[in-house]
DNA sequence: CCCTCGATCAC
DNA sequence: CCTCATATCGAGGG
C-alpha cells in the first residue's frame, strides 16, 4: 500500500515554479541608465492627445512609494511625484530583447516552460529537483543569481505544487523575493488572503463575491459549489471552487502561436467621422498586417474595436469564406464595418482598433489556392 | 459547430 | 484625464 501511494506520488506530485521579473520595463530602464536608481521612474504610454495624455505603464518601486501604479493617468503620476521623477516612453523593442535572453536562461532550467506575457514564466521543475521542494528552493536562487549576474535584473520567484499556487506565492514576496509553499501549507497559504489575489478575480468579479460575503478565499472554499456556479457559469465556478482551496491542474507548456493580432490607438480627438477614423485605422491596417507577413499568416476573420468617449467598448468583425494575406482585403473590411458602425452608433470615438484573427499560415493558403486551381482545370 | 458581440481580466 | 494586446467565456443566433 505505501508502495502504492509511493508509485502515485512520484507520478503527479509536481514542482512548479513562476519566475517574475521585478518592475520589468522600469528596471530595464535602470539597468540602460543606473543614475535612475535612486529616482522615481516611470514608463509611460503617451496617447499623443496632448503634452501629457496617457497611461503609467510600469513604475519602479520608488516611485510606488508615492502611489504611482500601473494604468493611472501620467499626469497624475506627475502630480504624486513632481521634482526628480524620471519619465520615459515605452521602447517596447527593448524590453523585449532583454526578456527574449532571460527566457532562454528560465528555459534552460526546466523541464517544462511556459512564457506568459513578457516577463513572465512557469517552470515544471519536477523532474529537475526530483520532486523536492528544498531543491526547487536552491534551483530558485541559482536562477536568481544566473539573471543577476548575465542580466543584471531582479525577479520574484513562486514555487508551489501547482502554477496557481506558484503564482501567488510570487506575489507574496517581491522585488527580489522567494516564497516557497508546499502542499501542506497551500490551505494556511491561501485561506487569509483576499479573492483579489487569484487570477481571473478583478474589480468587477471581486465585487460581485463581495455582495455573496466572500473576501478571502478561504471564504470561498467554504462557499457552495452549485451557488458558485449559478453566479458565475459552469467553467468559471468550478474554477473558483478548485482555486479557493489550491487545486490546479493545469499543465506548464510551451505557448503556441499566438490566435490574432490586435492594435489599437487613441485618436487625437473625440470624433465620428469616418475619413478621420479611416486615416488611423488603415495607419494600424499597415502595422497588424506587417506582423502577419513577419509571421507568414493569412486570416480569415477582421474585427475593428472603438472605445467610445463614455468608455464603452464596440466592437464588430467579419469571418471571410476563404482566408487572405492582403493588406487592401484588410483595409477594405475594416473601412466597410468601420462605416456601418458609425451608422448604428450615436457617440464619438475615442480610441480605435484593428483585429485579424482565424489564421492559416500561408503555406497551407497556398496550398488550397493551388489545389483549387487544379480542381477546376479537371 | 461556427459566427458575432459584449464583458472581464490582466499585461 | 483614463494605454495596449491577447485570451476566454457566455449568450444569442444560425
Known amino acids: 500500500m505505501t508502495f502504492f501511494i509511493r508509485e502515485v506520488a512520484t507520478l503527479q506530485a509536481r514542482v512548479i515554479m513562476l519566475v517574475d521579473l521585478d518592475y520589468f520595463f522600469a528596471q530595464c530602464e535602470e539597468r540602460r541608465n543606473p543614475s535612475l536608481k535612486d529616482k522615481p521612474v516611470v514608463v509611460c504610454v503617451y496617447s499623443g492627445r496632448s503634452e501629457d495624455s496617457g497611461a503609467v505603464s510600469t513604475a519602479n518601486y520608488i516611485a510606488r512609494k508615492y502611489g504611482v501604479t500601473s494604468g493611472i493617468p501620467i499626469f497624475l503620476a506627475k502630480k504624486k511625484l513632481k521634482k526628480d521623477a524620471v519619465f520615459l516612453p515605452m521602447d517596447h523593442e527593448f524590453y523585449e530583447e532583454v526578456s ?21 514564466a512557469y517552470l515544471d521543475v519536477s523532474q529537475k529537483v526530483k520532486g523536492s521542494f528544498e531543491e526547487a528552493k536552491e534551483l530558485a536562487q541559482k536562477i536568481k543569481e544566473e539573471v543577476k549576474a548575465q542580466q543584471k535584473l531582479t525577479c520574484s520567484i513562486g514555487i508551489g505544487p501547482n502554477k496557481l499556487v506558484a503564482k501567488i506565492a510570487a506575489d507574496i514576496q517581491k522585488p527580489d523575493g522567494l516564497t516557497i509553499v508546499k502542499h501542506e501549507q497551500v490551505e494556511s497559504f491561501l485561506s487569509p488572503l483576499p479573492v483579489s489575489r487569484l487570477i481571473g478575480v478583478g474589480r468587477k468579479t471581486k465585487k460581485k463575491m463581495q455582495t455573496l460575503g466572500i473576501r478571502t478565499i478561504g471564504d470561498l472554499a467554504k462557499y457552495d459549489v452549485q451557488r458558485l456556479i449559478e453566479v458565475f457559469g459552469k467553467k468559471l465556478g468550478i474554477y473558483f471552487h478548485n482555486a479557493s482551496i489550491g ?17 489599437i490607438s487613441t485618436l487625437k480627438g473625440d470624433t ?27 486570416f480569415k476573420s477582421v474585427g475593428i474595436v472603438a472605445v467610445m468617449v463614455d468608455m464603452s467598448v464596440r466592437s464588430r468583425s467579419r469571418t471571410f469564406e476563404n482566408p487572405t494575406n492582403e493588406l487592401e482585403v484588410l483595409k477594405k473590411t475594416v473601412k466597410e464595418l468601420f462605416e456601418k458602425f458609425l451608422n448604428e452608433s450615436e457617440l464619438e470615438a475615442r480610441r480605435v482598433g484593428v483585429k485579424v484573427s482565424n489564421f492559416v499560415k500561408e503555406q497551407e493558403r497556398q496550398k488550397q489556392i493551388t489545389n483549387f486551381i487544379g480542381l477546376a482545370k479537371n
Open 100 to 120: 527574449g535572453k532571460i527566457m532562454r536562461i528560465l528555459r534552460s532550467h526546466a523541464d517544462f516552460f511556459e512564457q506568459v506575457g513578457i516577463d513572465e
Open 247 to 263: 487545486v490546479d491542474d493545469e499543465s506548464v507548456q510551451e505557448r503556441g502561436e499566438v490566435e490574432s493580432i490586435s492594435r
Open 272 to 298: 465620428r467621422d469616418l475619413k478621420v477614423i479611416v486615416e488611423k485605422a488603415n495607419q494600424l491596417c499597415d502595422e497588424v498586417h506587417a506582423k502577419l507577413v513577419q509571421r507568414e499568416l493569412g
